[in-house]
């Protein structure tokens, strides 16, 4: 029963994803999707905004201590990275699947983005991701509340 459930879900997800491949301009700029499978700080859309992350004075002076918080994440590893960028691929333990995971810093406040490659829904990991980001942040001291 369990071995048909979980072929049947793989059956579904797989026929649920695109090919789609994204170019990385190494800056947030890109809104989501109509799909709900991914959150930003610079959405309008209320399913796929999440609130401004707005560093203490402590956050604008710690870069890597804050790129080191998001490399605790689940399955992290970076990908791409600049002065004031980086992009995290975080990887699923079952299934494998990748999500991006990007983080700039603009002025005093850090812009977030974290996206589904694959599939329509991701039943709000990509929310829990960010705000498991934004929580680590806080007891960091690097973000305000």
Sequence with gaps: MLLRFTLLLLLFLTGCSDTKTTSWTRSINQ??????????????????????????????????EIKQVALQLPGAKIADQSDHYFHIEATSKVFRFIDDFEVEKKAEQLQVR?????GYSDFGVNRKRVEAFRNQLMKHELIKQ
């Design 31 to 64: 809104l989501c999707e109509n799909k709900p499978n991914c959150v930003s700080t610079i959405e309008k859309r209320e399913q796929f905004s999440v609130k401004p992350f707005l560093l203490t004075t402590k956050g604008e002076h710690s870069w890597e």
């Design 114 to 118: 974290s996206a589904s490659r694959v």
